[in-house]
């Protein structure tokens, strides 16, 4: 019963599963964006633990892409790593610069929440995107 929105892949002759059209897709300034997309790349992030990428409604770009993440625990920068974040801290700016050579400039989350405990899911372990949006409202 849920939307989903798919693309196709001529290369492979396939689909993509894109996501859900009322919870996964952003719509951000004329562009449509797969969250479930841009999550799997944010994922990659040495210091994140969990992410969840949503849209928040804005005047201007019909929405943002907020990113709401918990942190990995005792997460140790080796010197020889090139990647340089501050231990136990992430700040928009540090992850916009991670970002920029992994995704196009406008997939890249203009908001920021970082959970100090688990994200909050319902009682069958799922993030309910919509709830979430409240975490940003008003800022």
């Not at 004329?30 to 804005?58: N, Q, T, W």
């Not at 005792?74 to 990647?83: I, L, P, T, Y």
């Not at 406008?106 to 899911?121: A, G």
């Amino acid at each position: 019963r849920k939307s989903l929105v798919a693309e196709y892949d001529p290369q492979y002759n396939s689909y993509q599963i894109l996501g859900r059209l009322s919870a996964d897709i952003i719509k951000c300034g004329g562009h449509k964006l797969s969250g479930l997309h841009i999550e799997r790349v944010l994922l990659e992030h040495p210091m994140l633990e969990e992410a969840v990428v949503l849209g928040v409604p804005d005047e201007t770009y019909g929405e943002r892409v907020g990113l709401i993440c918990r942190l990995k625990t005792n997460k140790r920068v080796d010197d020889d790593d090139d990647d340089d974040y501050n231990q136990g801290n992430l700040t928009l700016n540090e992850l916009h610069e991670w970002c920029l050579p992994r995704m196009a400039k406008y997939k890249i989350p203009t908001l920021l929440k970082v959970m100090e405990n688990d994200i909050p899911k319902n009682a069958m372990g799922k993030v309910s995107k919509k709830q979430l949006v409240h975490l940003f409202i008003g800022e």
